[in-house]
């Protein structure tokens, strides 16, 4: 999944052009604002480029932990400080028109340009962390050694930070650069036409453009494919069982252990899949791991993001209106009545992403369970309705050799993915809980119906300011 710092840098540079397009906001471009702004980004990346690795070689020195996990805290922060200022900046001042002002406007080039220093930033903060996930790594993996278990080489720091740029690259960068592209030369050879035609033969594109993606992600991320053999075996009865279709598997050529879903729809969607994940664990934890992405895709998850998501970002566009209209009767400013609640909405927006994303980690992490406990069922004589202990005790170690491997401590809490303990103990729970009437099935099935209605409430508004000749297609 891509890194929630990347798009809030991208969501930070569309959203600040798109509300300047709307509104006809006049925005004085400024070429410092951006070298103030680069600079900040530069700054960042330098700190961290200093502090890091000298906590690393502090909690060497001292043999401490704490210091490990207080500079792996230190970078999360930092990573903080190089994409929300600039995506503040870049919302109220245009950051794509400011830097048009700078190199005029190109196709595809201001945007890429713009977006430049907090994505290099995060590349330097990828590089400079690497010693601390390094010595966290060796300290985790000791505990494996002595239990016997091979151990995969580790990435080097160039192969970890390599690693981290494709897949900022592949995701979503790629697929958002070629849809902006898109829609910049549609509507420099479009302009004269009809608006309607205009309009549909963009939205055409991008829906051609979003089919075509996972194909694009999957060789950017130097993928190949798996098209026989005991995993391509395995992963397609697994998909069977749970009923979780997928196109293809592919070997991810990436350092970490990792395995994750590519594509929505059926006949392109992929599993992707590490050789140190492969190598690294044994047969049924990375059983469990499989089965963890494929209950992605039976419950549909990428879809509802992008559905919940759509359904905040219009609440908030109505919100914003409603206030600014009623600052505007009450002789009040609108645009900072708009700002005030773009501010506090957006803030709330990236809580509740953060928020559903744990939620439906923690659904695949059940449905997993729960797949894996069946068939611990079938051989051993158990209750087919209930959830069988092996499956949620085979998931949790299979996330604890997760982190092993990648030199990430468990109390180690993620924004989109909250910490392994948080999901171990959610985990340790399910035995015995009835498979129809989970608990975390019943959450997610709150969140789709809140979207749904949402989305049926404000669309049917839609369809209605269209037919009344308020809204204009």
Same mark, same amino acid.
């Given at each position: 999944?891509?890194?929630?710092?990347?798009?809030?840098?991208?969501?930070? *540079?569309?959203? &600040? /052009?798109?509300?300047?397009?709307?509104?006809?906001?006049?925005?004085?471009?400024?070429?410092?604002?951006?070298?103030?702004?680069?600079?900040?980004?530069?700054? $960042?990346?330098?700190?961290?480029?200093?502090?890091?690795?000298?906590?690393?070689?502090?909690?060497?020195?001292?043999?401490?932990?704490?210091?490990?996990?207080?500079?792996?805290?230190?970078?999360?922060? =930092?990573?903080?400080?190089?994409?929300?200022? !600039?995506?503040?900046?870049?919302?109220? +001042?245009?950051?794509?028109?400011?830097?048009?002002?700078?190199?005029?406007?190109?196709?595809?080039?201001?945007?890429?340009?713009?977006?430049?220093?907090?994505?290099?930033?995060?590349?330097?903060?990828?590089?400079?962390?690497?010693?601390?996930?390094?010595?966290? /790594?060796?300290?985790?993996?000791?505990?494996?050694?002595?239990?016997? %278990?091979?151990?995969?080489?580790?990435?080097?720091?160039?192969?970890?930070?390599? +690693?981290?740029?494709?897949?900022?690259?592949?995701?979503?960068?790629?697929? @958002?650069? #070629?849809?902006?592209?898109?829609?910049?030369?549609?509507?420099?050879?479009?302009?004269?036409?009809?608006?309607?035609?205009?309009?549909?033969?963009?939205?055409?594109?991008?829906?051609? *453009?979003?089919?075509?993606?996972?194909?694009?992600?999957?060789? %950017?991320?130097?993928?190949?494919?798996?098209?026989?053999?005991?995993?391509?075996?395995?992963?397609?009865? =697994?998909?069977?069982?749970?009923?979780?279709?997928?196109?293809?598997? /592919?070997?991810?050529?990436?350092?970490?252990?990792?395995?994750?879903?590519?594509?929505?729809?059926?006949?392109?969607?992929?599993?992707?899949?590490?050789?140190?994940?492969?190598?690294?664990?044994? &047969?049924?934890?990375?059983?469990?791991? *499989?089965?963890?992405?494929?209950?992605?895709?039976?419950?549909?998850?990428?879809?509802?993001? @992008?559905?919940?998501?759509?359904?905040?970002?219009?609440?908030?566009? $109505?919100?914003? $209106?409603? !206030?600014?209209?009623?600052?505007?009767? !009450?002789?009040?400013?609108?645009?900072?009545?708009?700002?005030?609640?773009?501010?506090?909405?957006?803030?709330?927006?990236?809580?509740?992403?953060?928020?559903?994303?744990?939620?439906?980690?923690?659904?695949?992490?059940?449905?997993?369970?729960?797949?894996?406990?069946?068939?611990?069922?079938?051989?051993?004589?158990?209750?087919?309705?209930? @959830?069988?202990?092996?499956?949620?005790?085979?998931?949790?170690? +299979?996330?604890?050799?997760?982190?092993?491997?990648?030199?990430?401590?468990?109390?180690?809490?993620? !924004?989109?993915?909250?910490?392994?303990?948080?999901?171990?103990?959610?985990?340790?729970?399910?035995?015995?809980?009835?498979?129809?009437?989970?608990?975390?099935?019943?959450?997610?099935?709150?969140?789709?119906?809140?979207?749904? #209605?949402?989305?049926?409430?404000?669309?049917? =508004?839609?369809?209605?300011?269209?037919?009344?000749?308020?809204?204009?297609?």
């Amino acid at each position: 999944m891509p890194s929630i710092h990347v798009l809030i840098v991208v969501v930070g *540079l569309l959203l &600040g /052009r798109d509300l300047t397009r709307q509104h006809a906001r006049v925005v004085e471009a400024e070429p410092w604002q951006f070298l103030l702004v680069a600079g900040w980004s530069g700054l $960042v990346g330098l700190v961290a480029m200093v502090v890091l690795p000298a906590c690393a070689r502090l909690a060497v020195g001292r043999g401490s932990a704490r210091t490990l996990d207080r500079g792996l805290a230190m970078a999360s922060a =930092l990573r903080w400080l190089a994409v929300l200022p !600039f995506a503040l900046w870049a919302v109220m +001042a245009d950051g794509v028109g400011v830097v048009a002002s700078l190199i005029g406007s190109w196709i595809g080039l201001d945007e890429a340009v713009a977006a430049a220093p907090p994505l290099l930033a995060l590349l330097a903060i990828a590089w400079a962390e690497h010693p601390l996930h390094d010595r966290m /790594r060796q300290a985790m993996l000791m505990r494996h050694l002595d239990q016997g %278990v091979a151990i995969e080489r580790p990435p080097t720091r160039w192969e970890a930070t390599i +690693a981290r740029a494709r897949t900022m690259l592949a995701m979503p960068l790629l697929p @958002v650069f #070629l849809i902006v592209c898109w829609h910049e030369t549609s509507a420099l050879f479009l302009s004269g036409g009809p608006g309607w035609l205009g309009r549909t033969i963009d939205l055409a594109g991008t829906i051609a *453009l979003i089919a075509m993606a996972p194909a694009l992600i999957v060789r %950017v991320l130097g993928t190949r494919a798996l098209r026989d053999g005991p995993l391509h075996a395995r992963v397609m009865q =697994l998909g069977l069982a749970m009923r979780a279709r997928i196109s293809g598997i /592919r070997l991810w050529a990436n350092p970490s252990a990792n395995a994750a879903i590519l594509g929505l729809l059926p006949g392109a969607r992929y599993m992707l899949v590490t050789e140190p994940l492969l190598g690294g664990m044994p &047969g049924h934890e990375v059983d469990a791991v *499989l089965a963890h992405e494929l209950a992605h895709v039976r419950q549909h998850h990428v879809l509802w993001i @992008v559905l919940s998501l759509l359904a905040l970002i219009v609440l908030l566009s $109505v919100a914003q $209106v409603g !206030f600014e209209t009623a600052a505007t009767a !009450f002789g009040l400013s609108a645009s900072l009545a708009g700002g005030v609640v773009f501010a506090f909405g957006g803030g709330m927006a990236v809580l509740a992403f953060g928020a559903i994303s744990r939620l439906f980690e923690r659904q695949a992490d059940a449905h997993a369970a729960v797949a894996i406990g069946l068939e611990y069922a079938r051989a051993q004589g158990g209750d087919p309705q209930t @959830v069988h202990p092996g499956g949620p005790a085979c998931m949790a170690a +299979a996330l604890d050799r997760v982190c092993a491997l990648n030199g990430i401590h468990p109390d180690r809490w993620g !924004f989109r993915h909250g910490s392994v303990r948080q999901r171990q103990r959610a985990l340790a729970a399910l035995p015995g809980q009835r498979i129809d009437a989970l608990p975390v099935d019943r959450s997610s099935r709150m969140i789709r119906r809140a979207t749904v #209605l949402i989305l049926l409430v404000l669309g049917g =508004l839609l369809l209605l300011g269209i037919g009344q000749g308020w809204i204009r297609w």
